[in-house]
């Protein structure tokens, strides 16, 4: 007898969470189609070239990699040699080789969504799995600002259409916003040295978790100054202090609305203040300004958050993360990346994506209760039947699947029971599995043109015309 | 520069193959939901040892195993001790261990379907992929012949909303039917003995491939009798030389059905005739008459093809096959495999299934053309967008997005061209994309509340008052 359990850190999907999980991918595809994105699908299997030096150390430590095949394995170089092939590691990188390779049937300005799992060796933890999906939103070709803005416009829909609003009970979402070069310009400023910068990144990444003091000592354990971090801390806590404030949205029947666009416009002024003199720093904030500039005053939840590091890889431009509140991790971010696709191709091609992590937010929205809604009105489904058809008599199976078919083509889910057997039996069943109605064949009723048809609701059954059973369940 | 090809026998798919492809995923979705069978999801990744002696030597050989991670390898012993984890290899499996680990969860009848990617190290060729999607569906815990009709009743139901049809000019497709125990019994009348049935069968299952005198040589070269032969061969070639005369649908106004209840009947009766003396085999065909009585007469394209093998695993009872002509393979089959799940329980569950093969059915629907209709009908769209707007001026920007926004509100797809040009830019690349509408905003006409729309298939422009816009694209 094998083992039945899924491998570690991986997921079985039974009915009811594949339903909750295909209701949310339904509402992220639908608004990215609106926004004019394409689908793109790329091989769960990538050849270990493609992805190796693309994600760092973590990355190449976390990557499943594939076992060659077909051919005598050399082990005499130990690990090398053993392996030429690697499960996909995120959306990206595919995506750049994708543009690389199909350039010339590509439109110049592509514009895709990619809705697929990412494996990661990882530890497994509440929320984090070992086979995980991505909502990839992605547009190649373009330096406007323009893309930015939609990208952050599509998102804010998907999250409002799951119910991530400003009501009481609800869960706001904000969108935090910051620029690559805004973090050079204040760590030059801060005359921490360009080969520091990463180092430096890695710590200010952590404020969140360990917080000032924390990430003072990791500062000094990576060799850069206290002092350094003195301008930056004063900064980026004077600018902090009110973030997480706007998530105090309770069940009181009143919400007030924390006025981003002020908390924008004097952040942006505090850091122009210290990057005055920053060339790039003061193009970067006029990037931002043209981003938020493209929604009106409250129009969107969007926050500028100059500590925003947002790991540390392939980011050249604006970068976003979506924040629920301290408890959880961000729903999902991205930003602009100019120098990947290079990478793989000739030409240097502008590019700025955003990734939703599907878990996360199923997570938020089953522990606080956000399908119920979707539920009560009917838009998500946990059953597996609108009705239950059963007949009583073997000569009646030929019926059975004729009814059953009518109610089809009328729109309706219907099970047959799969044998014959007295009333009792189906009758329980189809409360165990919680079917609404039961339709019953019996050969005397039948002759008559007619069907029991039992409200498992209310308990009640009444003798009904055949050709009236679709009506009456949809009523 | 690394390289941009997708791995060995792996595809990428762009938009428009992405898009065909959830149509045809949409209408086997729907059609199984409306049977009452509920989607299931397992990992792509399962630890080896629930895969490993389930597909006997070729599984083996084609399964993709990945290497051990966080440890180091221990190259000692060759290829053991090297791999721990593997990729799914069909859905069938995983179901059996599903059903197996979650029984008190389950219904006791658990209709599922699931629809995923597997993978095989097999060599690439045409239709035939290292990652390809299954379409399965399953129903488990029964014993009833109405679950094998059901199943035949909802794959009919998929094929003829593709448009595999009896309609001129259209595919027919037809379901072969048989039964394994109807396979033993023909062997064992023939006298060749258990232990050389899977010898017979391997040999017997190339017919369509290497025809009577091929299968003559097979079977001496396996160390059966020429003698035992001939009296299956006669069998076969009486029943199989009408099989493709079905198939001959042309563009004549009139569609002659061939009769297929008339040749079920005759090929019961001689295979009657061959087994009257066993009783498994007598019993298998009472269970094929169950199911084809299920269906009125011509009410579906059954056929019964007691030379059907359908491999060699796992099946126990009724099995089919979808053929739709002779120059291609099978577009899925299935049948009744009592005894899988036994193996990773307690308990002997009974189950039947069907798989559909995605790849098999999307290379018959592109060369025979039969996107068209569902293209023609708005059903199925290529293209990307309803409408593109373009601004002429930075300072428009803002009223791009808004009025894109108001489009999308009423259910259109919107582009926004990311850059601010003059008017040749935006119109020369919707024509290269294929948008039908463009939407041109100027200062002045916007001063007025108007807009300039152009249709792009007639060329023509016109002054739009901007509330307007969605009626005049729409009609």
Chains 1, 2 share one sequence.
Not at 252 to 281: A, P
């Amino acid at each position: 007898m094998s083992k039945t359990q899924p491998a570690r850190g991986m997921r079985d999907f039974l009915p009811a969470d594949v339903r909750k999980r295909n209701y949310v991918i339904g509402i992220i595809k639908e608004v990215y189609e609106s926004y004019g994105f394409e689908p793109l699908e790329t091989p769960a299997v990538e050849n270990l070239e493609t992805l190796t030096g693309k994600y760092g150390e973590e990355g190449n430590q976390l990557m499943f990699r594939i076992l060659k095949r077909g051919e005598k394995l050399d082990v005499s170089q130990g690990e090398k040699g053993l392996s030429d092939l690697a499960l996909r590691y995120d959306l990206t990188v595919p995506l750049a080789r994708v543009v690389a390779n199909y350039r010339n049937e590509l439109p110049k300005f592509f514009k895709r969504y990619q809705i697929q799992p990412v494996w990661r060796a990882d530890r497994p933890a509440r929320g984090r799995f070992r086979e995980f999906y991505q909502c990839d939103v992605d547009a190649i070709g373009s330096n406007s600002m323009m893309v930015e803005a939609e990208l952050i416009s599509a998102v804010s829909e998907i999250l409002e259409r799951l119910e991530f609003k400003d009501k009481p009970g609800y869960t706001r979402f904000v969108i935090r916003l910051n620029h690559r070069k805004i973090l050079k310009a204040i760590l030059d400023e801060s005359g921490i040295k360009e080969f520091q910068h990463i180092e430096a990144l890695t710590a200010l990444d952590k404020l969140d978790k360990i917080g000032v003091e924390g990430v003072k000592k990791e500062f000094v354990a990576r060799g850069l100054s206290e002092q350094s971090f003195e301008s930056i801390s004063d900064l980026f806590s004077r600018i902090d202090k009110r973030r997480f404030e706007v998530f105090h949205i309770t069940d009181s029947s009143h919400v007030k609305r924390t006025d981003l666009s002020g908390w924008n416009r004097d952040s942006i002024n505090e850091v122009r203040r210290m990057v005055s003199e920053h060339t790039e720093g003061n193009e970067a904030l006029k990037e931002i300004e043209s981003i938020l500039g493209k929604f009106g005053e409250n129009q969107c939840n969007i926050q500028f958050s100059p500590n925003l590091a947002r790991g540390l890889s392939y980011y050249t431009g604006a970068i976003f993360e979506i924040d629920v509140g301290k408890e959880i991790g961000s729903l999902g971010g991205g930003g602009r990346y100019d120098g990947l696709i290079g990478m793989f191709g000739k030409e240097q091609i502008p590019a700025c994506g955003f990734s939703l992590g599907l878990e996360r937010i199923l997570v938020v929205m089953d522990e606080r209760g956000m399908f119920e809604k979707p539920i009560a009105e009917g838009k998500l489904k946990l059953d597996s039947a609108d009705v239950m058809i059963a007949g009583f008599d073997e000569a009646l199976v030929g019926e059975c699947l004729k009814l059953a078919g009518e109610l089809r083509q009328k729109g309706l889910r219907v099970l047959v029971y799969p044998e014959i057997s007295q009333k009792g039996k189906p009758v329980k069943y189809a409360e165990q599995i919680g079917v609404p109605f039961v339709c019953l064949l019996k050969e005397n009723e039948l002759a008559a043109g007619n069907v029991t048809l039992k409200n498992m609701q209310t308990n009640e059954q009444e003798t009904v015309a055949r050709e009236d059973v679709s009506e009456k369940i949809k009523s």
